[in-house]
């Protein structure tokens, strides 16, 4: 069938890149500068990724960014798991007004703020330090997560809060005992966009770690080794090979949940 | 679970904000400080690095901020709309500007395109062939902007990428040109936006009842009438949400002009707002004319923010 058929070619064309990239991190360097390029290689080499992880620091650069999009990763999701469960569940003054500035946030081009966000973290001497990349991503990432996180909140009836109550449970055993379990696969969806957009940080790593190298990410490591003059395509498809899997295996595992997520987000 | 519900808004959305809900549980103690309790994190973090900093950018666009201030040489001194003057006089402003704008709505148009039409194309295909086009949608999502950015770079380059040697193109540079180079952005912005729009309107369509459909086709619509007439305007909701999201994304565009164009281009010419802004305040020291360009594409997010909200309030939905 003509579909079936359209469907798999361009499934082929969506997954030529990042087969391209994972086969030219396995080709030896001849192979790449041949001027010849083929689409599979007869001597696939480690050469490449040596030449990766005997970069200095690299280690280190891969390490904080998984602890950059980490710590993002789990403060956002308790911060705006609060937040949400207050605009749902409570009635008071200004929360509507509260609700559209959480929209309004979303819109906010966090590229603009970099300069004065660069003043406010020397200003806190929080340059040259994972503070710097972490901070500013878990504010950037809240107010989508509590716009996100409100169907999942909201999805849970009231007559279970009730029942909680009267069995003699507190607020906060409530809370975090009943509610928390119910809506974590809300939080997994929204965990995706935190982790992806403090993964992929490439901004802010390069305007706030300076001088301090030691305290850079993935992204900067990266540049070692394309120079747009002359690039060492061999070490820059190495280097994006494992900048991507974890990214990749992220999404392979929540992948279902992302998808009934979008569904819930989308819904209100 | 809920992406059975998801078109639910569509059908129902008018009729159900008519009803006045009960007001959870809760709400009925006056003066309960419970929420804002829960609300305090996420407030002293968006006010601090947020709120606070949007304060800053307008602030420092109002002075005159340079590498002389920031190091104390010179005392700052207030410019008042000098900075907006010296900007808005400058033609490059203005070209950027121009660029900016017409780079990301092709970008939101081909996103949209490409996204709702493998979102339906996904719903006529069998399990097998479905798999296969999630799964690389899903990888194409995953990749990060810069990893992203120098895999096309070398799909596409002169000496040694596979591209030119299939088109037969031998060492033409695609970003060379100022519109191939833009092109090129483009691509790759598309292949890593397209899959959120595809699986979003997906789950939309999933939850459209299959008889409706069913009729559709029985009274001999076209693929594109049952898209334009039938499900279109179900999928309104999720349309308008993927819309909003990929203008703000598309609008933004940093690390993948940054990488692909080097910094913007020869002389410039693929710069957009967002990296025009950060090569005049890191670049050049002018911190100043950095955040008003800062400051002007706030404001222009801010109009497309405000017909949001009135497109959702006409709907009537409840906040």
């Avoid at chain 1, 696969?185 to 993964?199: K, N, R």
């Avoid at chain 2, 602030?59 to 005159?64: A, E, Y």
Wanted: a positive charge; proline letters at 5%; hydrophobic letters at 55%.
């Amino acid at each position: 069938m003509a579909a079936e058929g359209s469907a798999l070619l361009i499934a082929v064309v969506v997954a030529f890149p990042l087969y391209w990239m994972v086969l030219s991190a396995f080709k030896p360097a001849g192979e790449i500068e041949s001027g010849e390029p083929r689409p599979w290689t007869l001597a696939p080499s480690l050469e490449s990724f040596r030449r990766v992880f005997e970069q200095r620091e690299f280690g280190r650069y891969f390490l904080n960014s998984l602890v950059v999009a980490g710590s993002v990763v789990i403060a956002s999701a308790l911060i705006a798991f609060l937040a949400a469960t207050a605009v749902t569940r409570f009635r008071f003054r200004f929360r509507t007004t509260l609700l559209i500035m959480f929209l309004v946030a979303q819109m906010v081009p966090v590229e603009a703020l970099t300069i004065p966000l660069f003043f406010l973290m020397r200003d806190f001497g929080q340059l040259n330090t994972l503070g710097a990349l972490i901070l500013p991503h878990i504010a950037f990432s809240l107010p989508f997560a509590i716009w996100m996180l409100r169907g999942f909140v909201k999805a849970v009836p009231e007559a279970l809060e009730e029942a909680a109550y009267l069995d003699g449970a507190s607020r906060s055993r409530f809370l975090w005992q009943i509610l928390f379990p119910l809506v974590l696969p809300g939080l997994v969806a929204t965990s995706v966009f935190s982790f992806i957009s403090a993964w992929n940080d490439f901004l802010f790593a390069k305007s706030f770690i300076i001088s301090d190298t030691s305290q850079s990410t993935l992204p900067m490591a990266l540049l070692v080794f394309y120079k747009p003059e002359e690039p060492d395509w061999g070490g820059v498809m190495a280097a994006s090979t494992v900048m991507t899997i974890p990214v990749l295996i992220f999404f392979v595992l929540v992948q279902r949940r992302l998808v009934s997520g979008l569904g819930g987000a989308v819904k209100d | 679970m809920a992406a059975q519900e998801t078109a639910e808004p569509a059908v129902a959305g008018r009729a159900g904000a008519q009803v006045t809900r009960k007001p959870p549980a809760r709400a009925r103690q006056r003066g309960d400080r419970t929420p804002w309790l829960y609300l305090a994190p996420a407030l002293v973090v968006l006010g601090g690095l947020l709120v606070y900093p949007i304060y800053q950018l307008g602030l420092i666009s109002l002075f005159r901020y340079t590498q002389a201030q920031v190091s104390g040489g010179e005392p700052t001194t207030f410019r008042g709309l000098g900075n907006y003057a010296e900007l808005f006089g400058d033609p490059e402003f203005w070209q950027v500007l121009l660029a900016t704008v017409v780079f990301a709505a092709a970008c939101v148009v081909s996103t949209l395109a490409v996204g709702c039409a493998l979102a339906v194309l996904l719903t006529r295909v069998r399990a097998l062939p479905r798999l296969a086009l999630m799964l690389a949608a899903l990888g194409a999502w995953a990749t990060p902007a810069i990893t992203g950015s120098t895999v096309w770079l070398f799909l596409f380059d002169p000496d040694f990428g596979p591209v030119n040697r299939v088109l037969g193109l031998g060492d033409h540079s695609w970003t060379y040109g100022r519109y191939s180079a833009f092109f090129l952005v483009l691509l790759e912005v598309v292949w890593c936006s397209f899959p959120f729009v595809m699986v979003t309107v997906y789950a939309g369509i999933r939850a459209v009842p299959e008889e409706v459909l069913e009729a559709a086709a029985l009274d001999g619509a076209s693929q594109w009438r049952i898209w334009r007439s039938v499900l279109a305007p179900m999928l309104r909701p999720i349309l308008v949400v993927v819309t909003i999201q990929s203008v703000i994304w598309d609008f933004k565009v940093f690390t993948q002009i940054y990488v692909m164009t080097n910094g913007g281009g020869i002389a410039g010419q693929n710069l957009v707002l967002n990296v025009y802004a950060y090569q005049k305040a890191f670049a050049s020291s002018e911190y100043s004319l950095g955040s008003a360009i800062g400051v002007v594409m706030l404001l222009i997010l801010l109009v497309i923010t405000l017909v949001y909200l009135r497109l959702l309030r006409r709907r009537g939905e409840e906040l």
